[in-house]
C-alpha cells in the first residue's frame, strides 16, 4: 500500500507515522518529511508524508547481500562456514546504533547477552526462512563445541568487534573458551600431524593477537564516562601487567611453547603509554625472543611512544637514540621510523633537531623522500606559528618533486593565522584561488582556516568580505558551512552577529546549504556582545548590548538548542559584566532546573558548571550582596562538589570589601571570621595558590591588620604547596608591621620559601615579599640580617658579571624602599660608612637608583656621627687632626652629588647637612648652604636657622648669629618663630663675645615673648607651695643672666625686704657633660 498525504502541520505527520507503527508493527514501514517552501510568509508548513508499507512478513527486516548471494548459489546452510557468517552477521546488526535509543554503553550490554547465549546455547540455523533456534546445553549431554560453530578467521573477526566496543570481559570469556576448545581438539585427534597443530597454534596466535589489541587500545570517551561498572572495570585491561600477562598465557597455556609474532608484540607495546617503560619491555623481547624476531614494525611502536605528548620535553633524546640503535644493529628504519622521530623532535619544541635530521634523510640514497616525512614538521610549525620555517619547508618539497597539495597549503594558512598575519593569510588564498593545478586549489578548510585567522585579529572587515564572497557563489562547491558562521559571528559587532544567526535559521528553506545554528553559535555571539560591554562606557549603549544578548539567548530557546553549561555560562558572564545580578542569578536557577549534567563525571562540564556559578558571584559581589554570594559557595557549589576557581575566591573576596552592610565593611575582625568559614571547606586542591591565592591573601592581610601574627601565620601555613608572590608578601608585611617586628621569623620564611610560584629572580624571591623581609629586619635595627638577604636574593648574576652595562637593566630584584629602611637602620645604629656605602653600591649592585629619601637618610647618619664624635673629642679634651676624614665634609658632598643627579633637596636634607656643620662649629659653609637653599626656592625651617645660629656661636660669629635671629623675628607673616633653642644658642654666642647688655635686652624680649619663662611653682621639702626659678634647661650664659636679672631687680624695688629664701633650680649636672656647670656658674 502506498499512500501519499499533504498536511498542514507536522504534528499531524507525526501522529499519522506513530499509528501506521503500530498497525503494521510486524511489518516493513518507512516515512520521509520534506518540508515544502512556503506559500506566504503567515501561512504554516506544508508537510508531505510518503508512508510505504507492505505485507508482514516473519523477518523483521530485508535480508542482506550476502544472505542473497548465498541463497542464489545454494549454499549449503549447515556447513560450519556459512554458520559462522551467520553469527558475525547477527553481531554486525546488534552493534549498529538506532538514532535516539541507543547509545554506546546499550551496544556494549546487548552485545554482552549475545555472548553469554553464544556460548551457553548450542545455536541451530533453521533449513528455512533463515530462522534462529536456540536449545539448552543442559538437554544435551554432549555439549557442542564452539570450533563448531564459528571458524577461526570469523572468532578473529568477532574479538576485534568486541573489543572495538568496549565489551572487554565477554571478549576475554569467549577468546579462552574458543582457544580451549581448538586446543581440546587438537590434542583429543586421531590425527596429529604436523600440519593440523599448526594450524590450532595459529588460530590461538590470532585470536590472541586480537584480543591483545583490542585491549591495547584506548576506549572510546562516551564508554570511559560510563558510571556503567562493567564500563569502569575495562580500564584495568590496558595495563602493562595485564597485557603481558595475556602474553603469557598465550605462549605457555596451551601444552607447546606459541611464540608471538610482531604484530602480537605490537599490540603489546602499544597499550604501553610510558615511553620508557615500552623502551625496556623492548629490550626484554629482544633478549626473549631474538633480534631477528622483532622487526621494523614493533620499533616504530616504541618510537611512536615517544612522540606523544608526554614526552614532549625529553622524549626526543630517547627517540633519536633508538633510531641510530636501528641503524647499526638493526632493523633498517623505514619511512614510519624516520615520521615519529621527526615528530617528536618538532613536538618536543627541537626543530633545528628535527630540520636537521631531515636534511641527514634528503642525503640519503635508501631513502624516497615522501610527504610523510614532511608531514609531522608541517603540523608543529603549523600549531606552534612558525610561518617562514614552514614556506621553507614546503619549498624544499618542491626541490624534492613532492606535489604540493591543498593539504600543505592549508598548514601554511594555519601558521599564518597563529602568527596573526592574517593579510598576508589573504594573499596565500587569493593565490590558490589564480593556481591552475587543481591539487593546490583551496577548498572549504582553506577558507574557514583564513576566517578564523581575521577573526582572531579582530578584523572584521577582511573576514566579513571573505565570507561574502564565500557566499556569492564565486567559488565551486564552497558555500559557508556552520564554522564559517561561528567564526564571523566571533568577530562581528553585537547586532551583525543577530542578523547572522536569523540568517542561518533561513537557510532551512534551501533545498542545499542548510546550515543550522548550534550551541557554539550562540556562545560566540555571547561573547562577542560581552567583549563589546567591557569596552564601552556609555551605559545606555551597554544595556542595549545587553538586550540583543539575552536576545540571542531567545533564539537558542526558540531553536530547541540544548541550552548546556557553555551556553549559560556566556549569558551569565555578560549579565555580570552589566552588573545585573538578578539576571543572573535568574539565568543560574534557569539551568540548574534544566540541565542534568551537575552529577556529569566529565571535567569539562563541571569545570563549565562553576564558571557559571563564578559568574553569579561575580555580579553579587559587585553589587555587595555578600550573604548571597556566600550562600551560593557554601549550599550550592559545595554539596554539587563543582570545582572552585581562583575568580571563585576572587569574588567572595571583593563581596566582603564591598559589602552593603557596612558594620562588616568596616570591621576586619568579621570579615576575617567569614573567610575563615570559607577557607575550612575548601578542598585540598582549592587550597593551593592557583586556586585560593586571593582568599589566603586577603585573610593574611585582615590578621595582620588586626595585629594578630599568630592568625596570619595559620592562615598562611594552611596553603599547600608552594606559595605566590601576593601570598608571601603579604605574611611578611606582617612580620614587618606588627611590634615588635617578628624578623626572624620574616627571615625563616625568606629562607623557606625559596621557590615561589609564579616570581622571578636569581633566588626565586619576588621584589616585593624580599622589600618586606628586609623592612622587617631593618626595622628591629638588624641590618646585617637585612643585607644578607639583599645578598643572598637581590643580586642577580648577570648584574655582577656586567656591572657596568647599566643599560640593561630594567629593574633592580629589591624595592628601594627596602634600601632606604636599611640605611635608616644604619643611621640609628651609628653606622654612616656602611649607610654611605650601600648608597654608593646601589646603581651597580642593587640596580637601583637612589631618591630624595635615600640621600636624606645618608645625610642624616652623617649628621648623627659628626655629633657623636664631638661629644667624645670633648670628653676626652682630644684636638680634631684637620687631616682625618670628617663626617660634615660627607653631607656637603652628598648635597653635590643630590644636584648632580638633578635631584632637589628636601629641607630635612638641609636642616641634616647643617646640624652637621653646627658640630663641626663649620659657621661659613653653614650659612652658605642656607644661601643655596634660598637659591633652590627652599624655605629654611627653623630646625635649619637654629642649627646655623649654633654654627656661629660655635665659630664665634655673633654678628652673623644676631642677623640670623633679627631674621627671623623680621618674618612676621611666616610661621616660623624662634623658640627656646634660637635664643639659647643666641645669648652664649653674646656671652663668648661680651656682649652683657645686648644678652640681656634678648632675654627680657623672650621672656616679653614668653619664650623662657624660669619661674615655676612647686612643693618644698616641708610641703609648702613655693616660688622657684627653674634652671636645670637652661645654658650658662642664659643662667647667669636669669640670675643676674632677678638681683638686679631685687635692687631696684621700693621695698628691700625679702620674704622667705629664693630657691633656684640648677640639677644635679647629669645633663652636662663632665662636670656640673650651673652651680659654680652663679
Known amino acids: 500500500m502506498v499512500g501519499r498525504i499533504y498536511l498542514r502541520s507536522r504534528r499531524c505527520a507525526l501522529l499519522i507515522l506513530m499509528l501506521l507503527r503500530q498497525r503494521y508493527a510486524d511489518g516493513f514501514w518507512s516515512a520521509a518529511l520534506s518540508p515544502l517552501r512556503h506559500k506566504s510568509k503567515t501561512s504554516s508548513k506544508t508537510v508531505c508524508l510518503l508512508a510505504e508499507t507492505g505485507r508482514h512478513r516473519r523477518q523483521r527486516s530485508y535480508p542482506t547481500n550476502y544472505q542473497r548471494k548465498q541463497r542464489r548459489k545454494g549454499v549449503d546452510r549447515s556447513s560450519l562456514s556459512y554458520q559462522s557468517r551467520q553469527i558475525i552477521n547477527s553481531f554486525e546488526e546488534a552493534c549498529q546504533k538506532r538514532p535516539y535509543f541507543d547509545d554506546d554503553n546499550n551496544i556494549t550490554s546487548r552485545l554482552d547477552n549475545m555472548v553469554q547465549d553464544l556460548l551457553g546455547k548450542q545455536i541451530l540455523l533453521a533449513q528455512n526462512e533463515d530462522e534462529v533456534e536456540t536449545k539448552d546445553d543442559t538437554n544435551n549431554n554432549s555439549p557442542q563445541l564452539i570450533t563448531s560453530r564459528i571458524t577461526p578467521r570469523d572468532a578473529s573477526s568477532l574479538i576485534r568487534l568486541l573489543g572495538r566496543h568496549g565489551a572487554l570481559t565477554s571478549m576475554l570469556v569467549f577468546l579462552r573458551r ?83 609474532n610482531s604484530y602480537t608484540l605490537s599490540a603489546v607495546l602499544i597499550g604501553i603509554d610510558d615511553g620508557l617503560d615500552a623502551l625496556n619491555l623492548l629490550e626484554t623481547f629482544v633478549e626473549r625472543y631474538g ?38 644493529h638493526g632493523p633498517q628504519p623505514n619511512e614510519q621510523s624516520f615520521s615519529y622521530v621527526l615528530q617528536s623532535c618538532a613536538g618536543s619544541g627541537q626543530l633545528k633537531v628535527a630540520l636537521s635530521l631531515l636534511d641527514e634523510v634528503r642525503q640519503s640514497s635508501s631513502m624516497e623522500m615522501t610527504s610523510k616525512l614532511y608531514l609531522p614538521l608541517l603540523k608543529v610549525c603549523a600549531k606552534a606559528g612558525h610561518s617562514d620555517v614552514l614556506w621553507s619547508l614546503i619549498n624544499t618539497m618542491k626541490d624534492d618533486c613532492i606535489q604540493i597539495t591543498t593539504m600543505q597549503l592549508n598548514l601554511y594558512l594555519q601558521s599564518l593565522a597563529k602568527a596573526g598575519l592574517h593579510i598576508k593569510a589573504l594573499g596565500v588564498l587569493r593565490g590558490m584561488i589564480k593556481q591552475s593545478d587543481p591539487m593546490q586549489l583551496p577548498d572549504l578548510i582553506s577558507f574557514n582556516t583564513v576566517l578564523s585567522a581575521c577573526a582572531n585579529s579582530n578584523d572584521y572587515e577582511a573576514a566579513q568580505a571573505l565570507f561574502d564572497q564565500m ?40 533545498r542545499e546549504g542548510v546550515v543550522v545554528p548550534t550551541g557554539v553559535t550562540f556562545v560566540n555571539s555571547i561573547k562577542q556582545c560581552r567583549e563589546y560591554v567591557k569596552e564601552e562606557l556609555d551605559p545606555d549603549i551597554r544595556n542595549d548590548i545587553f538586550e540583543i544578548a539575552l536576545s540571542v539567548l531567545g533564539l537558542a530557546r526558540n531553536e530547541k538548542i540544548n541550552l548546556n553549561m557553555f551556553v549559560y555560562s556566556a549569558a551569565i558572564w555578560i549579565a555580570e559584566a552589566v552588573g545585573d545580578s538578578s539576571v543572573a542569578l535568574q539565568l543560574l536557577q534557569e539551568l540548574n532546573r534544566d540541565t542534568q549534567e551537575s552529577s556529569s563525571d566529565d571535567n569539562r562540564l563541571r569545570s563549565a558548571y562553576g564558571a557559571c556559578y563564578d559568574g553569579v558571584i561575580s555580579a553579587l559581589s559587585k553589587d555587595g550582596l555578600y550573604r548571597e554570594a556566600l550562600a551560593l559557595y557554601h549550599y550550592e557549589m559545595q554539596p554539587l562538589k563543582l570545582p572552585s576557581t581562583r575568580n571563585t575566591y576572587k569574588s567572595i573576596v571583593h563581596a566582603l570589601d564591598n559589602a552593603n552592610d557596612e558594620e562588616v565593611k568596616n570591621s576586619q575582625s568579621k570579615k576575617a571570621a567569614l573567610l575563615e568559614g570559607v577557607l575550612s571547606r575548601m578542598t585540598t586542591s582549592a587550597k ?160 637601583i637608583s637612589p631618591n630624595e629619601t635615600t640621600y636624606r637618610l645618608a645625610i642624616i647618619a652623617c649628621n648623627h656621627a659628626e655629633h657623636r664624635e664631638r661629644r667624645q673629642r670633648r670628653n676626652t679634651s682630644d684636638a680634631s687632626n684637620p687631616l682625618e676624614f670628617q663626617w660634615w665634609e660627607c ?95 643666641l645669648l652664649i654666642a653674646l656671652e663668648k663675645a ?7 635686652s634678648i632675654y627680657q624680649e623672650a621672656m616679653r615673648d614668653k619664650i623662657i619663662s624660669p619661674w615655676v611653682r612647686r612643693y618644698d621639702n616641708d610641703g609648702t607651695l613655693r616660688r622657684m626659678m627653674d634652671l636645670h634647661k637652661f645654658s650658662a650664659p642664659m643662667a647667669k643672666i636669669a640670675v643676674r636679672g632677678y638681683l638686679e631687680s631685687l635692687l631696684t624695688r621700693k621695698k628691700k625686704v625679702i620674704r622667705g629664701d629664693t630657691i633656684f633650680i640648677v640639677g644635679k649636672g647629669k645633663g652636662s657633660e663632665g662636670k656640673p656647670v650651673l652651680l659654680p656658674t652663679i
Not at 611502536?301 to 636501528?326: C, D, P, T
Not at 661680651?994 to 640681656?1000: I, P, R, S
Request: hydrophobic letters at 40%; a neutral charge.
Open 688 to 847: 593551593s595558590v592557583e586556586v585560593g591565592g586571593p582568599l589566603f591573601e586577603a585573610l593574611i592581610k585582615l590578621h595582620g591588620e588586626e595585629g594578630s601574627f599568630k592568625a596570619a601565620k595559620m592562615a598562611f601555613d594552611s596553603i599547600i604547596g608552594p606559595c605566590d608572590e601576593p601570598c608571601l608578601s603579604a605574611i611578611l608585611r606582617v612580620c614587618s608591621l606588627t611590634t615588635p617586628t617578628h624578623w626572624k621569623e620574616a627571615v625563616l620564611l625568606t629562607h623557606s620559601s625559596d621557590v615561589v610560584w609564579g616570581a622571578r629572580g636569581p633566588g626565586m624571591i619576588p621584589t616585593r615579599a624580599l622589600s618586606y623581609a628586609v623592612i622587617a629586619c631593618a626595622k628591629a635595627d638588624q641590618w646585617k640580617e637585612a643585607l644578607n638577604l639583599i645578598d643572598l636574593y637581590g643580586i642577580d648574576l648577570k648584574y655582577r658579571r656586567a656591572a657596568a652595562n647599566l643599560e640593561s637593566r630594567q629593574r633592580g630584584l629589591v624595592s628601594i624602599m627596602a634600601i632606604n629602611s636599611v640605611i635608616r637602620a644604619c643611621s640609628r645604629d651609628l653606622r654612616p660608612d656602611v649607610a654611605v656605602q650601600i648608597l654608593n653600591d646601589m646603581q651597580t649592585k642593587y640596580n
Open 178 to 260: 574458543f582457544c580451549h576448545d581448538i586446543h581440546e581438539i587438537n590434542t583429543a585427534s586421531s590425527d596429529s600431524s604436523t600440519s593440523r597443530s599448526e594450524e590450532a597454534e595459529e588460530a590461538i596466535l590470532y585470536a590472541y593477537t586480537a584480543a591483545i589489541a583490542a585491549c591495547s587500545k584506548p576506549l572510546p570517551s562516551s564508554l570511559l564516562s560510563s558510571k556503567d561498572p562493567n564500563q569502569i572495570g575495562n580500564s584495568q585491561y590496558r595495563s602493562k601487567v595485564f597485557l603481558l600477562q595475556l602474553l603469557e598465557e598465550m605462549e605457555n597455556g596451551f601444552g607447546t611453547r606459541i611464540l608471538p
Open 471 to 510: 557566499k556569492g557563489e564565486v567559488f565551486d562547491n564552497i558555500r559557508p558551512d556552520v564554522v564559517s558562521f561561528n567564526t564571523l559571528i566571533s568577530c562581528a559587532p553585537p547586532q551583525v552577529g543577530l542578523d547572522l544567526i536569523y540568517e542561518m535559521r533561513l537557510t532551512r528553506r534551501n
Open 994 to 1000: 661680651g656682649q652683657v647688655e645686648l644678652a640681656e
Open 291 to 328: 633480534k631477528d624476531a622483532i622487526t621494523v614494525q614493533v620499533y616504530n611502536v616504541v618510537l611512536a611512544s615517544f612522540s606523544g605528548e608526554k614526552y614532549n620535553s625529553n622524549g626526543w633524546h630517547h627517540a633519536i637514540s633508538l633510531l641510530q640503535r636501528m641503524k647499526r
Open 891 to 985: 653631607s656637603l658632598s652628598l648635597l653635590r652629588r643630590m644636584r648632580e643627579d638633578e635631584i632637589r633637596p628636601s629641607v630635612q636634607a638641609y636642616s641634616s647637612a647643617v646640624s652637621s656643620l653646627e658640630a663641626a662649629g663649620q659657621w661659613q659653609r653653614a650659612i652658605g648652604v642656607l644661601q643655596s637653599m634660598r637659591e633652590d626656592g627652599e624655605i629654611p625651617n627653623l630646625y635649619c636657622l637654629n642649627a646655623a645660629i649654633a654654627a656661629c656661636e660655635k665659630g664665634g660669629a655673633w654678628v652673623e648669629a644676631l642677623e640670623l635671629y633679627e631674621s627671623i623675628r623680621s618674618q612676621r607673616k611666616s610661621t616660623i618663630r624662634t623658640n627656646f633653642i634660637t635664643v639659647n644658642s
